[in-house]
């Protein structure tokens, strides 16, 4: 039992490197040398855990998405606001997020961009994450009794996706007050009769 925890904890030790490397670097850019040299693993203990680099970019991404859960969404959720003000305040978590790491977008568009077509199974992990965050917001419209939450919920996912790629891209945060204006102007518009 001792001997699987300790397996388990080098397990998303290697995890944690990778993902800070990957989502920092790119997973084609990052080759597994680059994280093996700075972390001091072996190769033959990588390999131990990962069968390959593929497997290894799923974990990260699985750890992703538990990482982007935890600082996003649960830390909105508890914050026992109403619904639209969760969906303001995911715009506000996301900013503060990029203003901590500007360069670290979302690493499940990233993974679906770079393997569309080369590997079905990281292309799955990272369309699964982009629609967990579409979801998230269909449910939140839905919450607050919008007549066509699904298709608000949608529009509001195009624009937060957009103000991170474009903070991601400019260096600066900016892009996040224009996307929370644009939002209530849709509140506004769905709740007109």
């Not at 680099?53 to 799923?58: D, F, G, R, T």
């Not at 977008?105 to 393997?115: P, S, T």
């Not at 979801?135 to 939140?140: D, E, M, P, R, W």
């Not at 919450?143 to 991601?168: C, D, M, P, T, W």
Request: positive net charge.
């Amino acid at each position: 039992m001792e001997q699987a925890n300790r397996g388990e904890a080098k397990r998303q030790e290697i995890v944690g490197w990778a993902f800070d490397h990957f989502y920092d670097g790119g997973f084609h850019a990052t080759g597994v040398d680059k994280i093996l040299a700075e972390t001091g693993i072996s190769k033959r203990t990588l390999y131990k855990y990962f069968a390959s680099k593929e497997e290894l970019i799923e974990a990260v991404l699985a750890h992703y998405a538990v990482w982007m859960s935890e600082r996003l969404f649960d830390r909105v959720a508890a914050s026992g606001r109403d619904p639209r003000e969760q969906i303001i305040g995911l715009f506000d978590a996301r900013k503060e997020m990029l203003e901590e790491y500007p360069a670290r977008g979302c690493l499940g568009l990233k993974a679906a961009q770079e393997y569309i077509g080369k590997h079905a199974g990281i292309a799955a992990k990272g369309k699964a994450a982009a629609n967990y965050v579409e979801q998230a917001f269909i449910s939140l419209c839905v919450k607050s009794g919008f007549a066509r939450a699904e298709a608000l919920g949608r529009q509001i996912n195009i624009i937060f996706q957009g103000a991170v790629l474009l903070s991601q891209i400019r260096g600066d945060t900016k892009a996040f007050a224009a996307a929370k204006s644009a939002v209530r102007t849709l509140f506004a518009s769905a709740d007109a009769p």
